[in-house]
């Protein structure tokens, strides 16, 4: 008995570890590739969904607390780690939450105001940050956001097509 709940958490441990070290090396290549920088930070999300599937929420929050936090320390360009902090490292997790409402239309506008929270908060600084926010009229903020909404619904459906995946081969092992 003692011996099936400690493999259990090691297992967790060693594929959080795992998963932590693919998604940190996906976030030091986001730094390294600009024009790949959301698609990595992305990809790094989807990892954690893979220990909250297998091992539940407690172990995907520890593995986007690690993954953040080492992130943020060794990856020399900040924006990949900012962006899976910022979002897509604890997405899978809110994902999970919103999809057991199993209200559609619920969870899509929970999604979207997520995202769309988020997004105005890091549009937000990064205008300031950088000084152009008087670059911003009415017409490109709205084109902005239709833009970032429609790639946020694009990936959230890939994202559900690889768990589907990954669920129906798993559950064959």
Not at 23 to 32: D, H, Q, R, T, V
Not at 74 to 85: F, N, R, S
Not at 112 to 122: D, E, G, P, W
């Amino acid at each position: 008995m003692f011996e099936n709940k400690y493999s259990k958490n090691t297992s967790a441990l060693a594929l959080g570890a795992i998963i932590s070290a693919i998604s940190i090396g996906l976030l030091y290549a986001a730094g390294m590739l600009p024009t790949m920088r959301i698609a990595l930070s992305a990809l790094a999300g989807v990892f954690s969904a893979v220990i909250l599937i297998k091992y539940g929420v407690m172990h995907a929050i520890l593995v986007f607390a690690s993954t953040s936090i080492i992130s943020l320390i060794i990856v020399p360009a900040k924006i990949p780690g900012l962006m899976y902090t910022a979002f897509f490292g604890y997405y899978p997790i809110l994902k999970y939450f919103y999809e057991k409402l199993q209200n559609i239309l619920l969870e899509i506008a929970l999604k979207l105001l997520t995202f769309n929270i988020i997004f105005t908060i890091m549009i937000s600084i990064s205008t300031r940050l950088v000084g152009i926010e008087h670059l911003f009229t009415l017409i490109a903020p709205l084109f902005l956001y239709l833009a970032a909404n429609f790639a946020f619904l694009f990936y959230d459906i890939a994202f559900t097509f690889l768990i589907t995946q990954f669920k129906s081969r798993f559950n064959r092992l």
